[in-house]
């Protein structure tokens, strides 16, 4: 069975600083897709980045770009020019490719504050 | 273009009640998700639905929980005979049916969630 490793509980970074994010993972399929979501205190939870693993190029959006280690199974999240908005739970989730659902792993999360 | 609803928001239950949880997918959606959030923990898949189908129900408990989406109408999340340990989060996801990989590659949608306290 897949499983999703967040290891840091909570995170800080000043406005306008840049923080990372770690994300392990444990599977042994070759294609599979990675995803990372944000929970603010609204407790919705807002898609940020995805990643296909049959991809090399990682994937950017805007102020967020993952670094993508495949072979090590490593999906970080990168917030550069942090905004105090940013400030949520970070939950990083694994979907397999294959088989008949869509269901996402979750990790366990990672709460980020940004200070002013 | 509304997101995916759920209601109510929150929803307060003594020991032995019931309690019956809403999802309404995203227009056009025709799959439905529902995961459950415990404090301090990520979310947990519970079960996949399609209409008038449950696909996957791996993560259900096996006793007081059972789900479905109708032909018309949202989809239901019930729990009977609640106990404390229900206490949770319940989150609903949709996701459309599109292309020739409706499954791998479209993202789910997240509604905000219902916030089941028991008491």
């Known amino acids: 069975a897949q499983t999703v490793t967040q290891s840091q509980p909570e995170m800080s970074v000043q406005e306008a600083e840049t923080v990372t994010l770690s994300c392990t993972y444990d599977t042994s399929e070759s294609d599979y897709y990675l995803f990372w979501y944000k929970q603010p205190p609204s407790r919705q939870m807002i898609l940020v980045i995805r990643?296909?693993?049959?991809?090399?190029q990682n994937a950017t959006e805007n102020r967020f770009s993952v670094n993508f280690q495949k072979a090590a199974k490593s999906f970080s999240l990168k917030i550069s020019d942090s905004q105090l908005g940013d400030a949520a739970m970070y939950f990083c989730a694994y979907r397999s490719s294959g088989g008949a659902t869509n269901k996402l792993i979750f990790g366990t999360g990672t709460l980020l504050a940004v200070q002013p | 273009n509304a997101g995916v609803m759920q209601n109510p928001r929150h929803l307060v239950r003594r020991r032995g009640q019931e309690a019956r949880l809403r999802c309404s997918p995203m227009?056009?959606?025709?799959?439905v998700y529902w995961y459950r959030q415990l404090p301090e923990e990520g979310l947990k898949f519970m079960v996949y639905l399609q209409k008038e189908n449950i696909i996957d129900e791996s993560g259900m408990p096996k006793e007081r929980f059972s789900a479905e989406f109708p032909k018309e109408g949202p989809s239901i999340l019930r729990i009977q005979q609640v106990v404390r340990g229900d206490s949770a989060a319940y989150f609903c996801?949709?996701?459309?049916?599109?292309?020739?990989?409706?499954?791998?590659?479209?993202?789910?949608?997240f509604g905000n969630g219902t916030r089941l306290t028991v008491t």
């Open positions: 227009k056009g959606h025709s799959h």
């Open positions: 990643q296909e693993a049959y991809k090399q």
């Open positions: 996801a949709s996701s459309p049916l599109r292309g020739t990989n409706p499954i791998y590659n479209s993202p789910l949608h």
